[in-house]
T-cell receptor, first 117, second 114 residues
Framework: SAVISQKPSRDICQRGTSLTIQCQVD?????MFWYRQQPGQSLTLIAT?????????ESGFVIDKFPISRPNLTFSTLTVSNMSPEDSSIYLC??????????????FGPGTRLLVL | AQTVTQSQPEMSVQEAETVTLSCTYD???????LFWYKQPPSRQMILVIR??????QNATENRFSVNFQKAAKSFSLKISDSQLGDAAMYFC???????????FGSGTRLLVRP
C-alpha cells in the first residue's frame, strides 16, 4: 500500500483567508484525489489531480475556490481560498495505487481538519 | 448517476458477536469495484475490503467478509468475532472501472459493547 501524509493535520483560520494543504506520497502515483468531508457527513470528491494536466473538478467545485497543484508524481496541494465558516470540514487526499494488475485500490491520507471562524 | 445507499445510520454489536452492515448501489455499468472503508475517531480512512464486480466469489479478509449480490446491487459487510477496535464509521464506496472516482454512502456508525 501507499503511505500518505498531509500537512497541516488541523488548522483554525479566519474567514476571508486562504489555506494550502499539502499531500505527500511515498511512491510515484499517477492519480491523486481531493475529498471534502463536512461535519457528520460522508466524503465528497472535489477534484482529480493528475500530474502534467489541469485538475478535473466535480460539479459544485470550482478552480477559483479550490486551486490544486500537482507538480510531480508524489506531491499535490489543495488551497481553500477566501474561506467562510461553511468551508469547515475535513479535507482528505487519496491516491490510486496499483499493487498489481486488477488490484488498484484507493488509499487515503490522514486528513486535514479545518475550522473557519 | 451512480448512487450508494447505507440505510443503517447506526448499528450496535456485542463484543465477540457478528454484525452485518448493509449497502445497496445503483449503476448501469457492468464493470466496477466496491469497497468498505473504516473511519475511526482518528478520521483516517482505512480500507477494509474490496470486491471486483466481475468476480462471483465473495471477498474475505480475516474477520471481514462481504455478501455481494450483483443482480440485486447489494454489498453487505459481515464482521465476525467483533472487537472493541472495530468501533468506527463504516463507509461503502463504489468505483466505476474507467474513472477511479469513489462514490460513498452516508456511512454506518458501529458501536461495540464490551
Amino acid at each position: 500500500s501507499a503511505v500518505i501524509s498531509q500537512k497541516p493535520s488541523r488548522d483554525i483560520c479566519q474567514r476571508g483567508t486562504s489555506l494550502t494543504i499539502q499531500c505527500q506520497v511515498d511512491s510515484q502515483v499517477t492519480m491523486m484525489f481531493w475529498y471534502r468531508q463536512q461535519p457528520g457527513q460522508s466524503l465528497t470528491l472535489i477534484a482529480t489531480a493528475n500530474q502534467g494536466s489541469e485538475a478535473t473538478y466535480e460539479s459544485g467545485f470550482v478552480i477559483d475556490k479550490f486551486p490544486i497543484s500537482r507538480p510531480n508524481l508524489t506531491f499535490s496541494t489543495l488551497t481553500v481560498s477566501n474561506m467562510s465558516p461553511e468551508d469547515s470540514s475535513i479535507y482528505l487526499c487519496s491516491v490510486q495505487y496499483f499493487a498489481a494488475a486488477n488490484q488498484e485500490t484507493q488509499y487515503f491520507g490522514p486528513g486535514t481538519r479545518l475550522l473557519v471562524l | 448517476a451512480q448512487t450508494v445507499t447505507q440505510s443503517q445510520p447506526e448499528m450496535s454489536v456485542q463484543e465477540a458477536e457478528t454484525v452485518t452492515l448493509s449497502c445497496t448501489y445503483d449503476t448501469s455499468e457492468s464493470d466496477y469495484y466496491l469497497f468498505w472503508y473504516k473511519q475511526p475517531p482518528s478520521r483516517q480512512m482505512i480500507l477494509v475490503i474490496r470486491q471486483e464486480a466481475y468476480k462471483q466469489q465473495n471477498a474475505t479478509e480475516n474477520r471481514f467478509s462481504v455478501n455481494f449480490q450483483k443482480a440485486a446491487k447489494s454489498f453487505s459487510l459481515k464482521i465476525s468475532d467483533s472487537q472493541l477496535g472495530d468501533a468506527a464509521m463504516y463507509f461503502c464506496a463504489y468505483e466505476m472501472d474507467s474513472s477511479y472516482k469513489l462514490i460513498f454512502g452516508s456511512g454506518t456508525r458501529l458501536l461495540v459493547r464490551p
